[in-house]
């Protein structure tokens, strides 16, 4: 025992140690250096060396105690059996040292001859216990669990999804669409002429319709009981994270390139005459593989200055990093850059908004990013996403269901407030 207090006293002593550095730093007001770091790097590892020495002493001690003991002095006399040191221990004991010398006396005062045997068994498997290894399913099993679960899940981040949060959108409650009347063409009547002249009538004005079909998108995902009763964190929010975040991708994906047809939404960037034609494409200026100042001129310069308190442009990482680089004639950066938390950069005066499902191809004729007023981007929602949990239906294989459904339709509803930039 002389040994082991002996290593006890020289792990404190490096713990003392570790303690002195950092209680020096913490009066200086500074961080530990990199110099003393490494030398409590160096104090940690004599200290688990001492503590692997200490315990196989300890083992050793106890294995030692047991084969000492005299065969015959153990059969119903107490003063014949030491009660063993409850030594110290380098982490919680299931026992504390009254619990346990009130076993020891307990097994002493019983008639069994083979009281002592247990008396000694039991003292053993206390020093092996009291000193818990969580790498050890005998010792410390029983007391811990295999694994402690933090309640969180790690997770990439969402994709970035800007258009609905600048479009303009209408609930259609009992309707099966959405109709707008649409002034395709201006009157042209008024003209300078004599007092009794009779006016001429118009013969331009015209009329269409814009149209929104709301059509049904659905999502499902199933889970094991099993899973929902042993997950330490909600698997149901985990589900319902899933679908809103799948049915908002779905979304905005259309809503930037949808083709319009089989229940899609008609994006901004799809060519178009129900939306956006080819005659809103602005690629004078841009080379064949890049935007230029003077392509994003003419991409301003060929919507009309009424619209251009609401313009904003979208598109890519790659668009953005690629107008991030633009200077005027003069070295004066076409970016710039907000300095408010919740503000965005701009480019040209107008915000700049990056999406992860806009168009990043940059190669001749491709469409790179648009400049446009979003409030004539309408979206029609005849069901916001309605969530519903199935208990039995899959019953049979041990699971439940969620499924999801949403109903609605998109499309850009006025062309000429909006440029696409295309390259040349």
């Given amino acids: 025992m002389i040994k082991i207090q002996e290593l006890r006293e020289k792990r404190r002593a490096l713990g003392d140690q570790v303690r002195a550095i950092y209680r020096g730093a913490r009066d200086e007001d500074r961080s530990v250096t990199s110099e003393e770091r490494e030398k409590i790097e160096k104090i940690l590892r004599d200290a688990e060396t001492l503590r692997q020495e200490i315990e196989t002493a300890e083992r050793a001690a106890g294995l030692l105690e047991d084969l000492s003991a005299p065969a015959g002095s153990v059969v119903g006399a107490t003063a ?14 299931p026992l504390d040292s009254a619990e346990y010398r009130q076993i020891f006396r307990r097994y002493l005062q019983a008639s069994d001859p083979y009281a002592a045997h247990r008396v000694a068994a039991e003292a053993k498997d206390y020093r092996e ?78 009329f269409g319709k814009r149209e929104l079909h709301p059509q049904d998108a659905t999502g499902k995902i199933l889970v094991s009981r099993n899973l929902l009763r042993q997950s330490a964190i909600s698997i149901e929010e985990i589900v319902r994270d899933e679908l809103t975040r799948g049915a908002g991708e779905l979304l905005e994906q259309e809503f930037l390139t949808g083709s319009g047809a089989g229940g899609e939404a008609l994006g901004l960037f799809t ?41 904003r442009w979208i598109g890519s990482q790659s668009f953005y990093g690629a107008v991030y680089a633009l200077e005027d004639g003069n070295n004066r950066p076409l970016f710039v850059e907000s300095l408010r938390v919740g503000e965005v950069d701009r480019v040209l005066g107008f915000p700049i908004h990056v999406s992860e499902f806009a168009p990043s191809t940059f190669t001749t004729g491709q469409y790179v990013g648009i400049l446009g007023d979003l409030k004539y981007y309408w979206i029609a929602d005849a069901l916001n996403m309605e969530l519903q949990r199935l208990d039995e239906a899959h019953a049979d294989t041990n699971q439940v269901a969620w499924i999801a459904r949403l109903k609605n339709d998109a499309m850009p509803v006025l062309e000429e407030a909006f440029a696409r930039v295309t390259l040349a």
């Fill in 80 to 93: 014949d059996v030491e009660e063993p040191e409850v030594v110290e221990s380098r982490s919680e004991s």
């Fill in 129 to 206: 216990r009291r000193d818990l290894q969580a790498d050890n399913d005998a010792q410390a099993g029983f007391l811990i669990p295999p694994q402690q679960f933090v309640a969180e899940l790690i997770k990439a981040m969402d994709k970035m999804t800007v258009v609905r949060g600048l479009a303009r959108s209408f609930t259609v409650v009992r309707a099966q669409s959405l109709g707008a009347p649409k002034k395709n063409a201006n009157a042209s009547t008024w003209q300078r002429g004599g007092e009794v002249a009779s006016p001429s009538k118009d013969t331009t004005l015209s």
């Fill in 271 to 311: 060519a178009s005459a129900d939306g956006i034609p080819t005659s809103r494409d602005v690629s004078t200026g841009n080379t064949t593989t890049a935007v230029t100042v003077a392509g994003l001129r003419n991409a301003k310069g060929a919507i009309r200055q009424v619209y251009w308190p609401g313009l």
